[in-house]
């Protein structure tokens, strides 16, 4: 059975567009990368593979605009 913490998790996560679940989860990812190699440097490689993602992510259309961000905000 799910805890409240993870109901409440799932409550905000399903409120979530596409685009804005995949940035959270990506999200995730890079907080568990970091976890699994604490104070590790990032070699070249490993930087300029990230950079080619996020750039891969913005070619195909996966981020969210400033103005987008600003109107989710004044929502808050």
């Known amino acids: 059975m799910a805890t409240v913490l993870e109901q409440e998790w799932l409550s905000y996560f399903?409120?979530?567009n596409e685009?804005?679940?995949?940035?959270?989860l990506q999200l995730l990812k890079t907080f568990?990368?970091?976890?699994q190699q604490p104070g590790d440097r990032i070699d070249i490689a490993r930087y300029n593979k990230e950079i080619d993602e996020a750039l891969a992510d913005v070619a195909a259309g996966n981020y969210?605009?400033?103005?987008?961000?600003e109107k989710q905000a004044s929502k808050w």
């Open 14 to 16: 399903t409120q979530l």
């Open 64 to 69: 969210i605009s400033q103005e987008e961000i």
């Open 19 to 24: 685009v804005e679940r995949k940035s959270v």
């Open 32 to 35: 568990l990368q970091r976890k």
